[in-house]
């Protein structure tokens, strides 16, 4: 069973800036890989899919890339509706998630 | 549009038994793929089962052989039948469609979840 690391798990960063989140996978994953959105008291949101697909709905700053076993999600300008919890989610199995709060 | 209502969550005594109701508007229940995902108190997420267009059922190694779920297509819902409940069942269900292609899946959309807390 593949393992998805995320790092960092605490990411600290000023409104405005860029936010870099990353995800490992224990073995090559192929384009399967989906980040997902997490606010306090709400479900996740489906933000990503097959690696780089935006969701409906998604904005523009929200951009994934990656291959193999080494996957990121990038915010280009964080605003201050991101301030989640992200996931990274390959077939049945989501990494720890990477926290982005306020700097 | 698709929406997802779950239902049936509360306070159960561990080895007690619960059903989970995961009620589906803006499609047919039984042309797509349903999961229950759930959440415990500040963890992260964990998959727990689904149910196939076809009939065909998975179940996380967690809940293998406690937890069952089924769908009713006259009234459009999934159900999680949960038994021999354990403390560590104690988490924020979720049901969310599961969208299938050969190179993986991903979840979209997801219901709100129905807390769900073991104890005695």
Same mark, same amino acid.
Request: hydrophobic content about 30%; overall charge negative.
């Given at each position: 069973?593949? =393992? %998805?690391? *995320? &790092?960092?798990?605490? /990411?600290? =960063? &000023?409104?405005?800036?860029?936010?870099t989140l990353s995800c490992r996978a224990s073995q090559t994953v192929g384009s399967g890989l989906a980040w997902y959105q997490q606010k306090p008291g709400q479900a996740p949101r489906l933000l990503i899919y097959d690696v780089s697909t935006r969701a409906t709905g998604i904005?523009?700053?929200?951009?994934? &890339? #990656?291959?193999?076993?080494?996957f990121t999600l990038t915010i280009s300008s /964080? *605003?201050?509706?991101? +301030?989640?919890?992200?996931?990274? *989610?390959?077939?049945?199995?989501?990494?720890? #998630?990477?926290?982005?709060?306020?700097? | 549009e698709v929406q997802l209502v779950e239902s049936g969550g509360g306070l159960i005594q561990p080895g007690g038994s619960l059903r989970l109701s995961c009620?589906? &508007?803006? %499609?047919?229940?039984?042309?797509i793929y349903m999961s229950w995902l759930r959440q415990a108190p500040g963890k992260? %997420?964990?998959w727990v089962s689904v149910i196939y267009s076809g009939g065909k059922t998975y179940y996380g190694d967690s809940v293998k052989g406690r937890f069952t779920i089924?769908?009713?297509?006259s009234k459009n819902t999934v159900y999680l039948q949960m038994n021999s409940l354990r403390a560590e069942d104690t988490a924020v269900y979720y049901c969310?469609?599961? %969208?299938?292609?050969?190179?993986?899946?991903? +979840?979209d959309p997801w219901g709100q979840g129905t807390l769900v807390i073991v104890s005695s």
């Open positions: 069973e593949t =393992v %998805l690391t *995320q &790092s960092p798990a605490t /990411l600290s =960063v &000023s409104p405005g800036e860029r936010a904005p523009a700053r929200f951009s994934g &890339s #990656g291959s193999g076993t080494d /964080l *605003q201050s509706e991101d +301030f989640a919890v992200y996931y990274c *989610q390959q077939w049945r199995t989501f990494g720890g #998630g990477t926290k982005v709060e306020i700097k | 009620e589906v &508007s803006g %499609l047919a229940v039984n042309s992260g %997420l964990e089924s769908r009713d297509n969310a469609r599961d %969208l299938a292609e050969a190179s993986g899946n991903w +979840f």
